[in-house]
C-alpha cells in the first residue's frame, strides 16, 4: 500500500529523518574520527617524532600547516565530482586514498619527506568534510539538519576522547618491532582509515532514491521534503558552480569559517603538549586520557546546542554564542596555570569551537542548492580551512614576537571577531527557514496519490 491510504498509515517526516540518521550517522561519524584523529596525531606525535627526526619547530609548524594548501587547492574539485559520481564511490576513494598516505607518515624522517607527505595528505582528503556536509542535504531537510550536523561533529570529541588514549598506546610500543612509537601510530591508523573506506563504499547510498531500506512511501516523503526545500532555496542560491564561487555570501561565511579554524587548528595541534605541560608529564597514555576531558565536555555541549537550536531557529545566535565562548576559554588556558582551571578553560574553549560547527553549516547550506551547493560548501570549507595553515605558525610568531601567552590571545581575538560575523550575519544574508514540515509535505504527498 502506497502512502495514499490514510494519514494514520503515512510515515512521518521526523520518523523517516531519524531512520536515515540512524543509517547514516554511525559510519559518517567512524569516518570523521579517523579524518581528526590522522590530523590530531601530529600533536601526539610531536615531541618523539621531533627528538627521533631533528625536525625543529618551525619545520614542525610548515609541516602541520601545509596540510591545508593541497587540502584547499583541492576541495572544489572533488566536490564536484562527488556530485557527479556519487558520494558511495568518492568518499570510499577519499578514505582509502588518505588512509595509504597516513600509513606512509612512518617514513617522514626528513623534514622535505614531511613536506611532501603532509601536502600528498591535504591532496588525498580534500573534499571529505565538504563532501559529507553536502551529502547530507541530500538526505536531511534543514529544520532537522542542526542535530545531525551535530552528531556528525561529534566525531572530533570522539577522536580525542577515544582517540587520544589510543595514539598515547600506540606511542608507547615505541620500539616493537624495530619501530619507533610514532611510526607505529601512523601505520595503525592509515591502516584501519583504508578498511573503514573499502566498508563505506559497500554501505553507502548516493541519496534516498537509492535507499532500498526505506519503504517506498518513507523514500516518497524524504524526497518530497528535499526537493521542496531546493525549490525555496533556488530563489535565493547562486546560478551555478562558478557563481557561487564569487558570490559575496559564500565569501562572508568562508571569512567566518576560517575564524574558527584558526580557534580549532591553533590549538589541536599544541593541546597533548599544553596539557602535559600543566600536569608536569610526558605525552603517553595518562597525558593522552586527560585529553578526553575537554572533548568529553564538547559532546554535552554540542548535543545541547545543536538542538537548541533547530527548536528556536536562533542559529547566529547560539553560533555566535559558543564562539564567543571558545575565545574565552582560549584566551583563559594561556595565563592559568592551575591544572584544573587550566583543564576546566581548554574544556570551554573545545566545547565552544566543537559547538558552533554543526550550527554554523546550516547557514550557508539554507540557501544554496545543486551545483552551487557543492562549489559554495567546497569554497567555504577550503578558503577556511587555510586558517588550519595560518594558525600554528601565527601562534607560534605571535608567542616569540610578544611572549608565551601571545599565541592563544591571539586566536582567542581572531576567534571573538568570528563570533561577531556570525551575529552579523543576519543583516547581510537572507534567513531562510525551515520550507517544508511535516505536516505539509504528507499532506502534499497524500493529495498526490489521492488525485
Known amino acids: 500500500m502506497s ?157 580525542f576522547i577515544f582517540g587520544g588514549p589510543l595514539s598515547g598506546m600506540l606511542l608507547d610500543l615505541d620500539g616493537l618491532g624495530g619501530l619507533a612509537g610514532w611510526q607505529i601510530m601512523f601505520l595503525v591508523t592509515g591502516a584501519i582509515t583504508v578498511v573503514v573506506g573499502i566498508v563505506a563504499f559497500f554501505y553507502l547510498d548516493n541519496g534516498p532514491r537509492d535507499a532500498k531500506w526505506l519503504s517506498e512511501p518513507e523514500r516518497e516523503l524524504l524526497v518530497a521534503a528535499i526537493d521542496s526545500e531546493d ?59 586527560l585529553t578526553a576531558v575537554p572533548w568529553g565536555f564538547a559532546l554535552l555541549v554540542t548535543f545541547v546546542l545543536s538542538r537548541l537550536a533547530d527548536r528556536t531557529g536562533q542559529r547566529r545566535l547560539i553560533a555566535s554564542s559558543a564562539l564567543f565562548a571558545a575565545a574565552i576559554g582560549i584566551v583563559l588556558s594561556g595565563v592559568i596555570e592551575n591544572p584544573v582551571l587550566g583543564l576546566a578553560s581548554l574544556s570551554l574553549g573545545a566545547a565552544g569551537f566543537i559547538a558552533v560547527q554543526p550550527v554554523f553549516w546550516t547557514l550557508p547550506t539554507s540557501f544554496v542548492v545543486g551545483a552551487a551547493a557543492a562549489s559554495g560548501i567546497a569554497l567555504i570549507n577550503s578558503l577556511g580551512s587555510l586558517g588550519g595553515f595560518v594558525a600554528p605558525i601565527a601562534k607560534t610568531w605571535a608567542e616569540g614576537a610578544f611572549g608565551p601567552a601571545a599565541g592563544l590571545t591571539l586566536l582567542a581575538i581572531i576567534a571573538a571577531v568570528g563570533a561577531l560575523l556570525i551575529f552579523l550575519s543576519k543583516w547581510f544574508v537572507p534567513a531562510i527557514k525551515a520550507t517544508d514540515g511535516e505536516k505539509k509535505v504528507s499532506e502534499r504527498l497524500l493529495a498526490e496519490h489521492s488525485a
Open 3 to 159: 502512502l495514499a491510504g490514510t494519514a494514520e498509515t503515512a510515515p512521518t517526516l521526523a520518523a523517516v529523518v531519524r531512520k536515515a540518521t540512524l543509517r547514516l550517522i554511525p559510519i559518517l561519524l567512524l569516518m570523521y574520527i579517523l579524518a581528526f584523529l590522522d590530523r590530531a596525531n601530529l600533536g601526539f606525535a610531536k615531541v618523539a617524532f621531533q627528538a627521533d627526526t631533528g625536525i625543529s619547530d618551525a619545520a614542525y609548524a610548515l609541516g602541520a600547516g601545509i596540510f591545508f594548501l593541497g587540502y584547499a587547492a583541492f576541495e572544489i574539485p572533488s566536490n564536484l565530482i562527488m556530485r557527479r559520481v556519487g558520494a558511495k564511490i568518492w568518499l570510499a576513494r577519499i578514505m582509502i586514498s588518505w588512509g595509504i598516505v597516513s600509513a606512509l607518515m612512518m617514513f617522514a624522517t626528513e623534514e622535505w619527506i614531511f613536506y611532501l607527505l603532509r601536502v600528498l595528505l591535504g591532496i588525498t582528503e580534500a573534499g571529505f568534510f565538504p563532501g559529507v556536509i553536502l551529502f547530507l542535504t541530500y538526505w536531511i531537510p534543514l529544520e532537522f539538519r542542526g542535530r545531525v550536523n551535530g552528531l556528525f561533529y561529534f566525531g572530533a570529541p570522539l577522536a
Open 231 to 289: 525549490e525555496a532555496k533556488a530563489d535565493h542560491s547562486p546560478r551555478g558552480a562558478l557563481r557561487a564561487l564569487a558570490d559575496p555570501k559564500i565569501l562572508y561565511f568562508a571569512a567566518i569559517y576560517f575564524a574558527i579554524q584558526m580557534s580549532v587548528y591553533g590549538i589541536t595541534f599544541y593541546l597533548p603538549t599544553q596539557i602535559a605541560e600543566l600536569v608536569g608529564s610526558d605525552v603517553g597514555l595518562g597525558v593522552g586520557l
